[in-house]
């Protein structure tokens, strides 16, 4: 299913957006609101990292902007222990109309939130009452690592800095073997590299959303075995996108297929399969039938030279007309 998030058009009347934002903060605020990793209530989770690469940006400017919006604009909070963030006024656009699916995911959601705190924070600017109930249901008065009001700016500040800190645990954890360390950074990459894999796949038991999962391992998996770049994260994520956003009947099987071609053309690269599933789309294929059907109409016919007509002449013959005439 894709996922769409509204900007109004009223976000360029704003007068915090007319008149104290930077162009560079302009951009930075939709991201913010129409990034991948954005759910249905306002709090996602997000690395500084992940935002430097998707915006071109490095992460000094990342933290910079960061800063700008908690402290000046006062539009976010994050907590970097949970890497989550959240939007204030996320309801304003997003949270307008109810009905049992919204009300389904928004709980769904809600209840994957580390930090509560961040839940209360986005509900004070909730106005419809169905929605801001669900909310304050997840508020539990506790001690969050991240509270704006219980910390002072150069906590906050502090906070921030330390994200991509590697933690020195020498005196923390005097007797951790070695191997346990490198076992648990090796886990920890493995489970960012899922997250960036698969952003899109909600941790849902659903049999749907498991069998989702099960198409997208067998993508990456055909992508890592077949040569077209294991480590190539951002182009596995634009070929994932296909799966997710394309008009195909049957994305894993049309897709398969596509980079099968290349493989058997040796073109293993992005560009070369997606350049296959854009003309596929164009001619309305949107199953693995048509495009072999389509595929078996459009090769050339041999064409057979003509059989000659009439008796075949001998090249010694010569013709006499005179011949049978009387002198």
Known sequence: MAKYRIVHIDF????IVLEEMTPEDKYFHLYLLTNPKTTQVGIY????KEMAFDLGYSIESVEALMQRFIEHHKLIRYNPETRELALKNWAKDNLYKGGKPIMDCIYSELKK???RSLIEYVAESILKKEFRSVYESFCVQEEGLWSIEGNDQNEMISYLNSEDEELDDTFTEPFTNREEKEKEKENKKEKQQQEALYPYI?????????????????IIEFWD???????????KQQL?????????????EVILKAMNIACSNNKRRLSYVVGILKNWEN??????????SYQENQKPVTKRKPFPTGRHIPREFELDLTAGEDE
């Open 202 to 218: 909600e941790e849902n038991p659903e049999e749907e959303n498991h069998q989702k999962l099960e198409d997208v391992k067998e």
């Open 45 to 48: 989770k997000i690395t500084k």
């Open 12 to 15: 360029w009347k704003n007068p």
């Open 240 to 252: 994932l996108a296909w799966f997710e956003d394309s008009s195909f009947l049957q994305p894993k």
């Open 283 to 292: 001619e309305s294929l949107l199953t693995v039938e048509e495009i072999d």
């Open 113 to 115: 939130v580390e930090d």
């Open 225 to 235: 075995y077949n040569g077209f770049g294991f480590s190539n994260i951002n182009a």
